[in-house]
Structure formats: structure tokens, C-alpha cells
């Protein structure tokens, strides 16, 4: 996204309390949700277009006598129960024209899942240091981070954050003068208004549950609680949770010089770490906490859980320094389980050396809103911050502002946090993390060559696979379609019979193929998966399409059609390899777990001269053998695109 204008106060004008600039990123004079009312709906693909895009999808992972029998499957569903089905779904969404067809079926795919959601659902996404080393400090950037938090908040709710949009051409679209005409354009149509200057609005409609919201566990389906008048913070240390109030009864910020006294007066805190600590239970089986929490309740402990649950976001403070990139990773995706609390729709984490993370539950949004809050609140901390390593916290009783939570624990719910600790440290063990940074290359290199960075980084997974298990397996990667109004996520299907091809003449057939061969099965690659990533983005993938009909059957009742019944449906379906990019100038890495036991996580950007990947896997699959052979596959791909020949 282009850069964004921040207006601010000049030095020396920060009103805290009163509704000075310092309570606010920027003042955008295009409200925030002006364009919401005109995105354009969420197109239901064409049932044929759907059954071809599947096929495609199938025929690398298929032998010739699998792949007929999964060819009969799919045009009798395209004929029959599926053309009915798909009737009737274009019907439903046609009368539910406030939403996408998508909504219903993916918010109740997440909250009905019952596996834990940690490592299976919640990712996270590290931030970069701060470039003034001295304010790499816990208490400095927890003050700094947590008042940009609020800011983004302030500015959000106000409606004066600048309007998410993607620039096709920023030097006609992210102008001032544009933005002085939009912000006249009635809202039923300023999507067109953008649309003229090649400016892509983007969907804001998750963005209301970054704060003051919880997924909370409920027998058979989760649900979403978000409460906007909550005031306070949830702060976590020690396995001990504290709650302060940030915003005053007139919505005002308290002063950072006060939210810093607040946050020193925690880390200076010397409780123990609670025998039994709670934090554990958000990790466990979501039925299995389900009646844990209800015995929470029933055992006097609504209270507690009311501030937990509706605290602005959770602030973890980690009494620990950062050792590695691998020791981040395990730090900001799953850490201790003690100091987390991962039903919060996000947590802010800051270790003992100022490195700071945030771990996200996945059910209420997209990376697309947590990645422009981590953004903001990055510039905003790093540019203007609340205060510096001179500032000294405000002289004000922190021992009565802030309330530590106590909880009141029965002996089954003692037993239940020692056996949710117990499988928390087994799962833990079991996941390995490995990662690498290719520095022979990245982006400008690709681009000179005029192939697309992704398709080489996702060609090398495929060429990687083949090569330590001598296989193409199902794989997914994760494309936003926040272009539409409610958009969610839609699944680029980037193993093809395309990179089925050149991998198996990179890894096995290098001594017949020449250079100028090998460098067209590159091209050839890159261009189908510029197709299929455009094709997603536009709502034209098959994966949500398919998803919505088999849940629609399944909510009317209907026996499942014989096409989910085959085998292939259901191994196009297992994910071995679950990939996910993001390159951002406030983020240093992301990652999340294998969505399956034998498959990788695959957290990976491409940067303008190096490629960085980071891995998840449990003990069925080797992360550092399959990194090895990454390296190995970006080695030979960049090699043949200079021109050089290569060795097996």
C-alpha cells in the first residue's frame, strides 16, 4: 500500500486529555467506511468454470485411472445435485445482498472447529526492531506500541483512518486532490469514483473486532463477543493478569507518561507465578474448555472473565530476551501457554528485550486488518513515540489503578489446567520450526527476468517436495479477496501440472533439458500462476465455491454427494503444504503450524535481494531437510534464469 499522510500535532502540542491530535494516527478527509457501502459483491463463479478449475487442481496429484474416476464424479455433479445446489446458493446470496455468499459458511468453519486453536488456527506476525536501539527497551515500546494501539483504535472508531485501499497507479489515486473530490462522491458509488484511477477499495468490515473482542468457547460452535465501552487493557506477566483503564470516562487517552507508570508498576510486580495458570485452558480442545469455563462461571468467576473478555487487547510481557529468529518464532506462536491468553482477537507481545510480536485468533478476520494495524502502529511508534528513555512515569498510585485478576479454582478445574498444560507441552514438543534466508536474489532479479516472485517461491516448494519425498502433494496458498464487499480469503492451488513438469526436469531430467528449455518451464510456470493468483483474487478460484455447496447440502439436511465422497476430494483437501506470504517494512517474519500432521507451515517472503522462509512441521515431516532443498531449488531456478547451466 502506498505510503499514507499523517497529520499531526506539531512538538509540544500533544493534548492527551482532550481530544488533541496526539489521541489520533491522522485525520483522513475521506471517512473511514466511505467506500463500504459500494464494494462490489463476491462473485459466485460459474458451476462449469468451478468443476474445470477443480480438474486442473487434480491432474498433478492424480494418476491416469484416478484421475478419470475423479473426471466422472465431477461432470456428474456439474449435471446434477451440484447444478441444483448451486442454484440455489446464487438464490440465497442473491436476496443477502449486505454480505458475501462466503460469510456464513467460513465465520461457522472456524467457531465449529473443535481442534485447539492454537498452532491449528492462530498465526503471528513479529515486528521489526524499532531503529533507535534505545527504545528496543520492554517498558519503552510496551508504552510506545500499547498508545499507537490506542491511537489506531481512537482513529478507527472516529472514523479518521485513511480508507484501506490498494493503488494501482498512486500517483493519480493516493493524491491529495483525489481525495478532496472522493470524499464528495455519495458512498453509494465512490467505489466507482476509485475505480476510474485504477484504486481498488478494500473491505473494513472486520476491522471493528481487532478490539475489545474474544472468541469464547461454547460447546459445539464457538462465539464472537466484542463490547466497545470496555476501558481497560489486559496485561499478562508471569502467568498473572492485570487490568488497567487506558481510556477515561470522557474517551480520552490516559496520559503515556501514566500508562508507563501503570506498566512498570506490573513488571516490577514480584507475585509468583500462579500454580495453576489459567492461561492454559485457551489452548485446549474447544468443547474440553467449553465446560471448563462454564465451571469457571458457576465457581465465581464471571467477573474476571467479563474484563479478560472485553479488555481492549492483550498486552503479554515476556520475562525473557529473545535468542534467534527460531527462538522468536516459538516465542510469538505458541510461547509458554502460562502468559497467553489466545482466545483475544489479538496479542501484543514484548519480551525482555523489546522484541515485540503479535499472535492473532484467525476465526473473526484476515491478515489484511491485523497487517494495516501492525503497519500503523509501527510508524506511528517508531516515528512519533508517546514517550522516550529520558521520560520518567507520571507520579500517580498505580497500586490502586491497576487490579490484579485472582481466580477461584475448584479441584476439576485445577485437574483441567495440569492436563491442558500437559498436552500443551507434548503438542510443543512434537513442532519443530527451522528457517532460511536465500540471499542469491529476490524480487528485483525475478522482475528483470519478467517472471513473477511468487511463482518462483512456490515453484521451489514444489521442486523441493519432489526432490526429498519424490511426490506432488496438495497445496494451499492463502490469496485475500477483500476487493469484495465481505470478502474472506480464497485458495491459490499453486502445485499444476505446469510446476509438476519443471520440477521433474530440474530434480530428474537435467541432462536432457538445455538451459533455454528449462528457463521456459520457468516462464511457463509463472505465467499460469499469474493467472490462477488473479483469477483468486477476483473471486474466480474453486475452493470457497465447492466449500459453500457441500455446507449448504449439508444444511439442508441432503446426504453428502458422491463427488465429496471421493478420495481425491478429500487428499486435495489435506494440506501437506500450507503457504502464506507478507512482506511489510514493520514486519520481520510471520508463521503459523501445519494445518495437518504430516504437512508443512510455510511463512515466506520475497524481498527486493533475499527470499526468507520459515517452516512449521511435526516429527512425520523433516523442516530442515525440506529447507535444505529449497535452498537448493532457488539456487538452480535463479541459476537458469542468469543463464548458467547447473549440476545435479
Known amino acids: 500500500m502506498a505510503a499514507r499522510q499523517l497529520l499531526r500535532a506539531a512538538p509540544g502540542r500533544r493534548g492527551y486529555s ?69 442454484e440455489q446458493l446464487v438464490a440465497q446470496d442473491n436476496q443477502n445482498k449486505h454480505t458475501s455468499y462466503i460469510t456464513g459458511p467460513w465465520f461457522d468453519m472456524y467457531l465449529k472447529a473443535r481442534e485447539p486453536i492454537l498452532l491449528n488456527f492462530n498465526p503471528f506476525m513479529s515486528f521489526n526492531p524499532d531503529p533507535k536501539p534505545e527504545y528496543n527497551d520492554q517498558l519503552i515500546r510496551a508504552t510506545n506500541m500499547t498508545v499507537s494501539a490506542i491511537r489506531f483504535m481512537k482513529t478507527f472508531r472516529a472514523g479518521y483512518l485513511e480508507p484501506e485501499v490498494f493503488h494501482l497507479n498512486p500517483e493519480k489515486s493516493d493524491t491529495e486532490l483525489f481525495k478532496k473530490i472522493i470524499r464528495f462522491v455519495p458512498s453509494s458509488i465512490s467505489w466507482f469514483g476509485a475505480y476510474m484511477v485504477n484504486a481498488y477499495p478494500l473491505d473494513m468490515s472486520q476491522y471493528f473486532r481487532l478490539f475489545n473482542s474474544t472468541r469464547i468457547p461454547k460447546l459445539n460452535k464457538d462465539e464472537l463477543y466484542t463490547d466497545e465501552k470496555a476501558k481497560h487493557l489486559l496485561v499478562l506477566r508471569n502467568g498473572n493478569f492485570y487490568v488497567f483503564d487506558v481510556i477515561d470516562r470522557d474517551g480520552n487517552m490516559l496520559k503515556p507518561s501514566e500508562i508507563q507508570a501503570h506498566l512498570k508498576y506490573i513488571l ?71 502468559n497467553r491468553w489466545y482466545d483475544k482477537s489479538f496479542s501484543l507481545i514484548i519480551t525482555k528485550d523489546g522484541t515485540a510480536g503479535i499472535n492473532f485468533e484467525h476465526s473473526w478476520g484476515d491478515g489484511v486488518a491485523v497487517l494495516r494495524f501492525q503497519n500503523e502502529v509501527f510508524k506511528d511508534s517508531t516515528t512519533t513515540p508517546a514517550i522516550s528513555p529520558q521520560s520518567q512515569p507520571a507520579s500517580v498510585d498505580s497500586s490502586r489503578a491497576v487490579q490484579k485478576l485472582d481466580f477461584k479454582l475448584n479441584d476439576a478445574l485445577k485437574a483441567g489446567i495440569t492436563k491442558a498444560k500437559q498436552t500443551f507441552d507434548a503438542t510443543i514438543e512434537s513442532l519443530s520450526l527451522n528457517m532460511i534466508q536465500f540471499q542469491e536474489g529476490g524480487k528485483e532479479l525475478l522482475k528483470q527476468k519478467k517472471v513473477s516472485p511468487d511463482a518462483v517461491a512456490q515453484l521451489a516448494f514444489q521442486m523441493a517436495f519432489l526432490r526429498l519425498y519424490d511426490q506432488t502433494v496438495a497445496t494451499y496458498e492463502s490469496c485475500s479477496t477483500a476487493a469484495f464487499k465481505h470478502g474472506r480469503t480464497e485458495t491459490i492451488r ?96 510471520g508463521g503459523f503450524g501445519p494445518v495437518v500432521a504430516d504437512g508443512f507451515g510455510v511463512g515466506y517472503q520475497v524481498q527486493d535481494d533475499w527470499i526468507g522462509c520459515n517452516v512449521s512441521s511435526y516429527p512425520a515431516r523433516n523442516g530442515k531437510e525440506y529447507l535444505q532443498c529449497i535452498h537448493k531449488s532457488l539456487e538452480d531456478i535463479f541459476n537458469v534464469l542468469k543463464g548458467k547451466k547447473i549440476g545435479s
Request: a neutral charge.
Open 268 to 338: 516490577s510486580d514480584s507475585s509468583p507465578a500462579p500454580a495453576f495458570p489459567l492461561g492454559y485452558l485457551t489452548s485446549e480442545n474447544r468443547d474440553t474448555w467449553a465446560s471448563l469455563r462454564k465451571n469457571l462461571l458457576d465457581n465465581g468467576n464471571a467477573e474476571a472473565l467479563q474484563k479478560v473478555d472485553s479488555a481492549m487487547f492483550c498486552l503479554s510481557l515476556d520475562d525473557f530476551p529473545i535468542k534467534d529468529l527460531v527462538h522468536l518464532s516459538h516465542t510469538m506462536l505458541h510461547g509458554d501457554g502460562a
Open 18 to 86: 482532550g481530544a488533541g491530535a496526539a489521541e489520533f494516527l491522522h485525520r483522513s478527509i475521506v471517512p473511514t467506511m466511505h467506500y463500504q457501502k459500494s464494494l462490489p459483491r463476491l462473485p459466485v463463479p460459474k458451476l462449469e468454470d468451478t468443476i474445470k478449475r477443480y480438474l486442473n487442481a487434480q491432474k498433478p496429484l492424480l494418476d491416469d485411472e484416478q484421475f478419470r474416476k475423479t473426471e466422472e464424479l465431477a461432470h456428474a455433479f456439474e449435471k446434477g445435485i451440484g447444478r441444483e445446489l448451486h
Open 494 to 589: 499453486p502445485a499444476s501440472v505446469h510446476t509438476k513438469k519443471c520440477s521433474e526436469a530440474f530434480v530428474k531430467g537435467l541432462s536432457k533439458h538445455s538451459t533455454e528449455e528449462l528457463q521456459n518451464l520457468v516462464m511457463e510456470c509463472s505465467k499460469y500462476h499469474g493467472r490462477l493468483t488473479k483469477e483468486a483474487a477476483m473471486g474466480q478460484g474453486f475452493d470457497r465455491h465447492l466449500f459453500s455447496l457441500r455446507y449448504l447440502a449439508e444444511s439442508k439436511g441432503l446426504p453428502l454427494p458422491h463427488f465429496y465422497q471421493d478420495q481425491a476430494y478429500a487428499r486435495l483437501n489435506h494440506n501437506i503444504i500450507s503457504t502464506s506470504t507478507l512482506v511489510s517494512p514493520a514486519v520481520q517474519l
